[in-house]
């Protein structure tokens, strides 16, 4: 453990990791716009390095992100600098490049779990990467799962996609996952450029959760940009007494970039939440900077707008995701998505416009 964290207040559990940027397809909702590698992406030694720093704060669990993790040739050398150093891995994956010496890879290296991004139903999922690719990733799951891999289904909902869960549900049915996240597709990236309509009725997806998860035999669960504080919670993310405690960006989480850059979460893609970029910084100086990720660790209720200003869960829920609220109405705390809304009698408009200085 670095000298003198021990007593820091912040804990760094959670990592997602994004090794490179390049990816077999360039999906139109992509919010990191994968497709080419960046420029000057962090060599293998820079990555074992980021995983030795990683592990010295303490960290138990990385999720390695692309691009397309397997695009990258020395995938398995980033994979075992953090299995090696007792840290969990689980690799998403889009599922279409998956062959036998792959699977072989994952299970000598101990891979906690896999995950594959499946859109919807074949002409959905097809439509927005390319004709085939849902087919590819059914045959993932099922060699993935015939191996005896962990394997889960990760889905970005949308207007198009967001209706047709049963029909998606019925197919995966047929495999032997462990788990089925839905998470709300956000406006950045390719979905902004593309003009994707992300939204949808939160209400009813969580309706769905609610009504299929007790009969299924794998995890259904909806992810942190989606809630909260209904009379489900504790029901729907996937795990029975689990319930939404706030945005873990920067106290909790973190999200490195195949460049070195420093986020409180990977998917706050715009330059302004980079704290530091780890060629030039060390990671406990920039997780320990006082003037690190302060739209996190300096928040309190008076920051709250919209809908969310005023509500009673405005403590512990903070407004939600941070990113998803971010790009949906340009604020840091007013969440679209939350369906509670109870108020307190008397609260005040705390509306305000674009980002919160700090």
Not at 55 to 83: C, H, K, N, Q, Y
Not at 116 to 131: C, L, M, N, T, W
Not at 147 to 176: C, F, H, M, W
Not at 235 to 255: N, T, Y
Request: neutral net charge.
């Amino acid at each position: 453990m670095a000298a003198g964290y021990d007593d820091f207040p912040y804990k760094l559990r959670h990592c997602v990791f994004e090794v490179t940027l390049a990816c077999c397809f360039s999906c139109k909702y992509c919010g990191s716009k994968g497709g080419r590698a960046r420029e000057n992406e962090l060599s293998l030694c820079e990555c074992i390095g980021v995983a030795s720093q990683l592990a010295e704060l303490g960290l138990r669990r990385v999720s390695l992100i692309g691009g397309e993790v397997f695009m990258r040739p020395d995938w398995r050398e980033i994979t075992e600098a953090f299995t090696s150093r007792n840290i969990a891995v689980c690799i998403i994956t889009n599922g279409y490049r998956m062959d036998d010496k792959t699977v072989s890879s994952l299970k000598r290296l101990k891979v906690e779990s896999v995950a594959v991004s499946i859109d919807g139903p074949e002409d959905v999922h097809d439509a927005f990467r390319q004709k085939g690719s849902f087919k590819r990733a059914l045959d993932t799951l099922k060699t993935l799962t015939d191996a005896g891999i962990n394997t889960s289904v990760i889905s970005a909902l949308r207007a198009d996609n967001a209706p047709r869960l049963q029909e998606l549900y019925v197919t995966l049915k047929q495999y032997k996952i462990f788990a089925w996240q839905l998470q709300a597709c956000s406006p950045m990236g390719n979905a902004c450029q593309n003009g994707v309509d992300v939204n949808f009725d939160a209400a009813k997806v969580m309706k769905f959760v609610r009504n299929t998860a007790k009969d299924s035999r794998f995890f259904i669960g909806v992810a942190d940009n989606i809630g909260y504080f209904t009379e489900d919670e504790g029901e729907i993310r996937g795990f029975h007494g689990l319930k939404f405690r706030g945005c873990s960006a920067g106290l909790s989480g973190i999200g490195i970039d195949s460049v070195g850059n420093v986020k409180g979460c990977e998917s706050m893609y715009d330059d302004r939440f980079i704290e530091g970029n780890l060629r030039e910084r060390t990671l406990i100086d920039i997780w320990t900077d006082p003037s690190s990720f302060r739209y996190n660790r300096h928040f309190d209720e008076s920051l709250l707008t919209g809908g969310c200003s005023g509500c009673d869960h405005g403590g512990e829920c903070a407004g939600g995701c941070r990113s998803y609220d971010y790009f949906t109405t340009g604020k840091l705390y007013e969440n679209p998505l939350c369906p509670t809304g109870r108020k307190r009698i008397n609260s005040e408009d705390q509306s305000q416009s674009g980002i919160q200085k700090m």
